[in-house]
């Protein structure tokens, strides 16, 4: 065993609510009818529940302060900057926010009124990402989403008039009846709206949601993807973006922090339904995760009943090193052991025998002076580098851990 070192602290907050629930989407998100027929809308009793969640997990918390703050869902512009005010305030009367924190808000550009962004700002939102997915009207159509091109375009006039010129896209690619050329013509006008970070990452088919269930026409091969994703990466470091994660890209400076976080094994306090958390307490050597009650009206019915929102458990030492390894593979720079050590409590000696075996197939590379990188062909492969530090389980037990991030966008 190693010494367990608390990493750095971030929040998660999960607003569940959506216009319409895409049919790739497998996250926890509902259509809740206020936001499509009008009435009375669940925003100020969800803020009342996230406002009691965060006062459940502060003793785990325990004076850290917090880096980094993301709002996801779900659609989080949905809810109006007042909300997101009174929560940031809360917080920062409870916790010590850090001067520098980077503060995500997900948005929908369908869902953007004018003027909004300035209230977001004014908010304590630092940084937006926008679902922009494509800027073709028939993969929009296909993909569910309630928004035109033009209003990814109008989103980012907003964001720039509220200067809040640090923002993400997210994009896919390989998508139904999407070429080649059409997919780098997507890149060409997400990259037309000088964003500071893109999310490129390939539409895959998620058990449990309708695409599963029923594949849309015309999806691209695997050498058409591959064709693709390669000629995004030309595209992109030609544009000055860097990849360093499997499906993010950046200028200089401009890494999603937050995420950064998930990917190095940091923890983070999960509120909202259906949100995960992950806390270390180095006196006691433990790991703790936590769950909340994933069904929102259940979520908002246990806080009017005064219920616990949620369950915890420790994460067996067992399970620590495909946790830790599902998320910092996905790093293009790899990990040292050193962190492995600090932020697993376990010792790097017992993971060193693994990362020679995949190295030896070419898909790990000894960096040197304790570091490790997955190669090239380990990123295009990473389920097979992840699942390679699966603990032994019976027949009978589900192979995998709980994934340590309750949602990550950019």
Known sequence: ??????????????VPWCVRK?????????????????????EAAYVEALLADLDADLPLAAGREVRTIFVGGGTPSLFA???????????????????????????????????????????GFTRVSIGAQS??????????????????????????????????LDLMYALPEQTPAGALDDLGRALALSPTHLSHYQLTLEPGTVFHHRPPAGLPDE???????????????????????????ARPGHRCRHNLNYWEYGDYLGLGAGAHGKLTDPRAG??????KTKQPREYLERHARGEPLGAREPVPAAERPFEFMLNALRLVDGFGLADYAARTGLSAAGVVPILERLAARGLMRDAGAGHWQP????????????????????????????????????
């Open 286 to 291: 433990t790991i703790l995760r936590t769950v």
């Open 22 to 42: 895409c049919p790739y989407c497998d996250f926890n998100s509902h259509v809740h009818k206020a936001y499509v027929e009008g009435g009375e809308r669940p």
């Open 1 to 14: 065993m190693s010494e367990l070192v608390a990493p750095p602290l971030s929040l998660y907050v999960h």
């Open 81 to 123: 900057p007042e909300s997101y005010a009174r929560l940031f305030a809360r917080l920062r009367e409870w916790l010590p926010v850090a001067a520098d924190a980077e503060i995500t808000l997900e948005a929908n550009p369908g869902t953007i009124e004018h003027g909004r962004f300035d209230g977001y700002r004014d908010a």
């Open 135 to 168: 800027f073709g009207a028939r993969q929009l159509a296909v993909l569910g989403r309630i928004h035109a091109a033009d209003d990814t375009a109008r989103a980012v006039g907003e964001l720039r008039a509220a200067r809040l010129a640090d923002f993400n």
């Open 223 to 249: 050498d058409a993807a591959f064709e693709m994703q390669e000629a995004a990466r030309a595209r992109l470091e030609g544009a000055g973006f860097v990849q360093y994660e499997v499906s993010a890209w």
């Open 375 to 410: 190669t090239e062909l380990g990123l295009r492969f990473l389920n097979d580098l992840q699942a390679a530090f699966l603990p032994a389980r019976g027949p009978d037990v589900p192979a995998g851990a709980a994934p340590s991030a309750t949602h990550v966008g950019a």
